[in-house]
């Protein structure tokens, strides 16, 4: 089956540095990728996504490519801020017809002042 | 647009007192309705998922339930809460045959 494969956090950063956080995945045929950010005490929010192969999804500073020859998705964001800590989900929706995604367990990101 | 509202906010309630959570869509037609619930430690379990009135399917059995009584109303319910259903529950909808899931504000439930 489907599964989503996200590094172990926390991931500790001091602002205005760089950040990576990986995500593999594991699918039949050409899923659609997603990352979702969750502050404390929220729901989930749409990040950022990308349908086919080699898109880029980007969305306040946040950036991730679609690479099916390494089945990853991994975030990036060139200068993070305070204001970014929070949760970090990868999920996928299969092209298969279920419309049920797989996430990933989460990372949670802390930014020091 | 669309929007989804979930309700109550937060809830404490006794062990084997019921439960009922709301969730409403809003600006969209037979949606896909799902339920998460979300433990301590971050990961989402899918509870209950629904492609249309009346069509309700649960991944983990447990004292929860689920209906649908209208296109874009989805309830989570219980007849008797157990300590263990402590957590934030999370409504969320896609579009029917759509790729994207879009989450609720939760809900956070304290069984005390």
């Known amino acids: 089956g489907d599964s989503v494969t996200q590094m172990e956090g926390p991931v500790t950063l001091s602002e205005e540095a760089c950040l990576t956080i990986?995500?593999?995945?594991?699918?039949?045929?050409?899923?659609?990728l997603f990352w979702y950010v969750q502050y404390p005490g929220e729901g989930l929010q749409l990040l950022l996504k990308?349908?086919?192969?080699?898109d880029k999804g980007s969305n306040k500073g946040f950036e991730a490519t679609y690479r099916k020859e390494t089945t990853s998705f991994h975030l990036e964001k060139g200068s993070v801020q305070v204001s970014d800590s929070a949760v970090y989900f990868c999920?996928?929706?299969?092209?298969?017809?279920?419309?049920?995604?797989?996430f990933g367990r989460g990372t949670s990101l802390i930014v020091h002042p | 647009s669309q929007t989804i509202h979930q309700w109550p906010a937060t809830l404490v309630q006794p062990v084997g007192s019921p439960l009922s959570l709301e969730c409403t869509v809003e600006?969209?037609?037979?949606?896909?309705l799902y339920w998460y619930r979300q433990a301590a430690g971050r990961g989402l379990q899918l509870l209950f998922y629904?492609?249309?009135?009346?069509?309700i399917s649960s991944e983990v059995p447990q004292n929860l339930s689920a209906s649908r009584p209208q296109d874009r109303q989805f309830i989570l319910s219980s007849k008797k809460l157990l300590l263990s259903d402590s957590g934030f529950y999370l409504c969320?909808?896609?579009?029917?045959?759509?790729?994207?899931?879009?989450f609720g504000e939760g809900s956070w439930l304290t069984v005390v």
């Open positions: 969320a909808w896609s579009v029917s045959g759509g790729n994207t899931i879009y």
């Open positions: 990986n995500c593999t995945y594991t699918a039949t045929g050409y899923p659609s």
């Open positions: 990308a349908t086919k192969a080699d």
């Open positions: 999920a996928l929706t299969s092209s298969g017809g279920s419309y049920i995604p797989t």
């Open positions: 600006g969209t037609s037979n949606p896909n």
């Open positions: 629904s492609v249309g009135i009346g069509q």
